[in-house]
């Protein structure tokens, strides 16, 4: 069965400084892994996916990250925080074989950028 | 494209009263719906999936009776909240994704659900 892992409830940084956000995964098949963002009262915006091509995967807003089968991990990374990077950030697997819907979500991550 | 359309975006209803929230995709055939909650500062629980034009299957837990979903075409699908009290407050949210599956489903923006 697919699970995810979110090591870290919460996470502060300063305005400017890296962002790392770590997710590690459990699947039997090879997965589809994305990253998504929430604001307060607000849907889910998707960062950026992996589904089995390049490992480093560059999404939206300076966000990145890199896919690594040996760590089962998939972290989230972004140089340089903004105030606006303030949300609650989920790893997301998707369960069953390619080409499937049914998503496994994390804990969440809220991250607090400080000024 | 690929745009999810969820509506109402808040509702206060009174206990005992039934709710619908419906989830629509605006540019796609939506053969597939999923419906999640998410209780306060927690993540999202997936309560059912649905194909058009057959019934939803829910996850274990879910009460088939209290969270009625529909999906009778393929651009929409409903859940009604039936007899709705105070501990069904919630955010619910749903996705959606077509046939053959693309990379990944989309949401709608989600639904606050409070039960006075």
């Known amino acids: 069965a697919q699970s995810v892992t979110q090591l870290d409830s919460h996470v502060s940084v300063s305005e400017g400084t890296p962002v790392l956000l770590r997710c590690n995964y459990s699947s039997s098949y090879s997965p589809s892994l994305f990253w998504y963002v929430q604001h307060p009262n607000k849907g889910l915006q998707l960062l950026l996916k992996?589904?089995?091509?390049?490992?480093l995967v560059k999404g939206i807003n300076g966000f990145e990250a890199e896919f690594k089968k040996s760590e089962t991990s998939f972290h989230l990374t972004k140089p340089s925080a903004h105030m606006s990077d303030a949300a609650e950030y989920f790893c997301?697997?998707?369960?069953?074989?390619?080409?499937?819907?049914?998503?496994?979500f994390g804990t969440g991550t809220r991250l607090k950028v400080l000024a | 494209g690929a745009v999810v359309s969820q509506h109402p975006s808040r509702v206060i209803c009174k206990s005992g009263t039934s709710v619908k929230i419906e989830c629509r995709s605006l540019?796609?055939?939506?053969?597939?719906m999923f419906w999640y909650r998410q209780f306060p500062k927690q993540s999202l629980m997936l309560m059912a999936t649905s194909n058009e034009g057959s019934k939803a299957t829910y996850e274990q837990g879910v009460e088939k009776d209290k969270f009625l979903i529909n999906h009778a075409s393929l651009t929409l699908s409903t859940l009604t909240v039936t007899s709705a009290h105070p501990e069904d407050s919630s955010f619910y949210i749903c996705?959606?994704?077509?046939?053959?599956?693309?990379?990944?489903?989309?949401f709608g923006q989600g639904t606050r659900l409070t039960v006075v």
């Open positions: 540019d796609f055939q939506a053969t597939t």
């Open positions: 997301v697997v998707s369960q069953g074989t390619s080409g499937t819907y049914k998503y496994i």
């Open positions: 996705s959606a994704g077509d046939s053959p599956p693309r990379t990944e489903a989309f």
């Open positions: 992996y589904t089995s091509a390049a490992t």
